[in-house]
């Protein structure tokens, strides 16, 4: 098992981590532990799904980022097995179930990095869908401090390594032929079908992480269908009537 230098591991991972973790409250608990459910891979995957249908280069950038983001936070996460403040500390408040290796990065943050850097790529710095996006994801990652499961410099390098991920995927994108595969006519039917079965699989006994999220798969689903039926019907329906 890789271990940090210890004072860096004992002098600023740790008492951030219990700073952040100790204070807690039943109102704080039920709320970050919703917001924190919004790092879930399964919820990122159906929100950059949505995306794609309201803007072509966003969505797939972001999905590229979410799943390349994803594998070197595994490959990290593998290479440097650190233990999860379970694992190392006592008296950790514990949102969910205890989780005690693989700690270093985040996958949560890293999916949360991809956000905050999709949200200032898909607007400007000015404007203010992109902070309360920011500010919502950048949160979410942080959840997974206060709710026990990860230290600080794990939650730091993920959002980084998603933010990276996707800055690199959207230069990326200039060269790919978007505006061709945007004219496949079967292009919006199955990415429809894609977050029909992501919306299925989250509403229909999916375990979400954190536990306390759950309420996440009883709104997601309905609103991602409510999006993607008003989306079909302005694009497909109403001009096929006309």
Not at 60 to 67: D, M
Not at 156 to 174: I, K, P
Not at 199 to 205: F, K, Q, W
């Given at each position: 098992m890789a271990m940090l230098p210890i004072p860096f591991f004992y002098y600023f991972n740790i008492p951030v981590f219990q700073w952040l973790n100790g204070h807690h409250s039943n109102w704080l608990?039920?709320?970050?532990?919703?917001?924190?459910?919004?790092?879930?891979?399964?919820?990122?995957?159906?929100?950059?799904?949505?995306?794609?249908?309201?803007?072509?280069r966003a969505g797939?950038?972001?999905?590229?980022?979410?799943?390349l983001s994803g594998l070197l936070a595994q490959l990290l996460k593998r290479a440097f097995d650190m233990p999860r403040p379970p694992a190392v500390l006592e008296h950790v408040?514990?949102?969910?179930?205890?989780?005690?290796?693989?700690?270093?990065?985040?996958?949560?943050a890293t999916s949360c990095g991809v956000m905050v850097a999709g949200a200032f790529l898909l607007w400007s710095c000015r404007q203010w869908q992109a902070w309360v996006v920011?500010?919502?994801?950048?949160?979410?990652?942080l959840g997974r401090i206060y709710g026990g499961v990860h230290f600080p410099l794990d939650?730091?390098?993920?959002?980084?390594?998603?933010?990276?991920?996707?800055?690199?995927?959207?230069?990326?994108?200039?060269?790919w032929p978007l505006q061709r595969w945007s004219a496949w006519p079967w292009m919006p039917r199955l990415l429809g079908l894609i977050v029909l079965i992501e919306?299925?699989?989250?509403?229909?006994?999916y375990h979400i992480q954190p536990q306390t999220a759950q309420p996440l798969c009883w709104l997601l689903p309905p609103l991602?269908?409510?999006l993607l039926w008003r989306y079909w019907q302005a694009t497909l329906i109403r001009p096929a009537l006309s």
């Open positions: 608990d039920a709320l970050i532990g919703i917001v924190s459910g919004l790092g879930d891979g399964l919820v990122i995957a159906l929100l950059l799904g949505l995306v794609a249908f309201y803007h072509w797939l950038a972001g999905l590229a980022a979410f799943i408040h514990i949102l969910g179930a205890a989780l005690h290796s693989h700690s270093f990065p985040s996958g949560h920011a500010v919502l994801f950048t949160l979410a990652a939650v730091w390098v993920g959002l980084w390594l998603g933010a990276g991920s996707m800055w690199w995927c959207w230069q990326r994108s200039r060269r919306s299925a699989v989250l509403g229909l006994g991602a269908l409510l």
